[in-house]
């Protein structure tokens, strides 16, 4: 009963490093999405996936990609890290399409710190 | 911006005390959703609420979605250590991503 998985748990980068942030859910979700969280700032959507093949920009998409090539698995991309980029990251899944009453399953998060 | 608003920011209370917090927007949601977040973990969902009006109860908790769809309260009667958390709220509408609140910190001191 794993529901959502990240990996790695805590990551610490030096600035300019790229690295990929690991997400994967076994509950046949159509929907993913990746968030950041900022002490104070909630949960801001970074990018979000609605099946295979088809990702698009969330509210703060600048400095990361995405991609969904099976329904199982959304790995976020750093490309080249910046101390802004300093957050901890969460992965959720859920049934349904954007916006629908069922509930987001996340994963424990990513703790992400760029010297 | 915040499209939603969350108040208080912070709470701290005894054990056994009464609590209300708010969700807040100028804009219509057709859902309003609560998740509690413990340290270390991601947002685990509370309730869903649809319905302007609408009351849910969950033990010792009840959420409520104002008539025009634009608010949200909890209270919890009663809080114990174990209510401790950041409570988030998120409003939905169809075709549309989620937006969360900045969120409550709780603590409930034994």
């Known amino acids: 009963n794993a529901g959502v998985t990240q990996t790695p748990k805590f990551q610490v980068l030096k600035t300019g490093q790229s690295m990929t942030l690991q997400c994967a859910q076994d509950m046949n979700h159509e929907y993913m999405s990746w968030y950041r969280q900022d002490p104070g700032m909630g949960l801001r959507l970074i990018h979000y996936?609605?099946?295979?093949?088809?990702?698009d920009q969330g509210e703060v998409p600048n400095g990361y990609n995405v991609s969904r090539s099976t329904t199982e698995d959304f790995p976020l991309r750093l490309l080249s890290a910046a101390p802004s980029q300093t957050s901890v990251y969460f992965c959720?899944?859920?049934?349904?399409?954007?916006?629908?009453?069922?509930?987001?399953?996340f994963g424990d998060g990513t703790r992400l710190s760029i010297l | 911006t915040q499209l939603l608003e969350q108040s208080p920011q912070f709470l701290s209370i005894q054990e056994g005390e009464n609590l209300t917090v708010y969700c807040n927007s100028s804009s219509v949601f057709s859902s309003l959703q609560w998740y509690r977040q413990e340290p270390g973990e991601g947002p685990v969902l509370l309730v869903t609420v649809v319905t302007g009006g609408e009351v849910k109860k969950l033990k010792r908790l009840t959420f409520q979605f104002g008539d025009a769809r634009k608010d949200s309260s909890l209270h919890i009667t009663a809080a114990q250590p174990g209510d401790t958390g950041l409570y988030l709220c998120?409003?939905?509408?169809?075709?549309?991503?989620?937006?969360f609140g900045p969120g409550t910190r709780l603590s409930v001191l034994p």
């Open positions: 959720a899944s859920s049934y349904g399409d954007r916006g629908s009453n069922q509930p987001q399953h």
């Open positions: 996936s609605v099946g295979a093949g088809i990702t």
């Open positions: 998120a409003g939905g509408r169809r075709g549309q991503n989620f937006v």
